[in-house]
């Protein structure tokens, strides 16, 4: 029951801005979308999230497109230190539990 | 500030052994996790606790029981070890009280889990 979409990998250089799509055609009115990495060998780690507006924070910023079938994340000076596996999750603010998806996520690779 | 903490890193066991995995966090967020991550692959969900005093399946609780002990501690117990279990297993909090931040998780360092 897969929700997002995101390419398996993907590669950028030091210094340039990293985006990272993810489709989401079947989002739900009341799901946000989330993003979280994990680093090799550690447990994931929050990144940002948002509804519909674009968000940034010191970490990231997140564009999503006017029909919210798709977003991008953006690191805009990626360092060798992003270099992890990047999930796109959606899931509604409402209710109790909401199971997260983490699925196969994108690896990005950034090099010198 | 530990964030959430797991007990041990490693684990080695053989076929039919029982071990118990640890996590504690110190946020003093009401829901905990336990997810286990296979190579390759994303994590999936074991089982959770949505506060104190209550424990729900997730997507794959079988050959596992799960005890919230208190609101900081939440443990994973594998009865009877099968090298199907090999695994990175990861726990996790977050506070579903808050409504704008109850989907952040926040992760443990992880116990990589070998059965042989």
């Known amino acids: 029951d897969a929700k997002t979409t995101q390419p398996p990998s993907m590669d950028c250089a030091e210094g340039r801005a990293a985006n990272l799509p993810c489709n989401h055609s079947?989002?739900?009115?009341?799901?946000?979308v989330y993003w979280y990495r994990q680093i090799h060998s550690q447990g994931p780690q929050y990144i940002i999230h948002?509804?519909?507006n674009n968000e940034t924070n010191e970490m990231a910023s997140l564009i999503i497109t006017e029909d919210r079938k798709s977003s991008t994340l953006i690191l805009p000076h990626a360092t060798l230190r992003d270099t992890a596996v990047y999930y796109c999750?959606?899931?509604?603010?409402?209710?109790?539990?909401?199971?997260?998806?983490f699925g196969a996520g994108t690896r990005l690779a950034v090099h010198p | 500030n530990a964030g959430v903490t797991q007990t041990p890193k490693f684990q080695v066991l053989k076929t039919g052994q029982s071990m118990t995995l640890q996590c504690a966090q110190d946020?003093?967020?009401?829901?905990m996790y336990w997810y286990r991550q296979d190579p390759g692959m994303g994590l999936r969900l074991i089982y959770y606790?949505?506060?104190?005093?209550?424990?729900d399946k997730g997507e794959v609780p079988n050959g596992y029981n799960v005890s919230r002990l208190n609101k900081r501690e939440f443990s994973l117990r594998l009865e009877s070890a099968a090298p199907s279990q090999t695994s990175v297993y990861f726990c996790?909090?977050?506070?579903?009280?808050?409504?704008?931040?109850?989907?952040?998780?926040?992760f443990g360092a992880g116990t990589r889990l070998s059965v042989l």
């Open positions: 996790a909090s977050s506070d579903l009280a808050d409504t704008l931040a109850k989907n952040i998780q926040y």
């Open positions: 079947t989002i739900s009115g009341n799901e946000y």
């Open positions: 948002g509804l519909k």
């Open positions: 999750i959606v899931s509604p603010l409402s209710g109790g539990y909401n199971k997260l998806i």
């Open positions: 946020m003093n967020h009401n829901s």
């Open positions: 606790s949505a506060s104190e005093g209550t424990t």
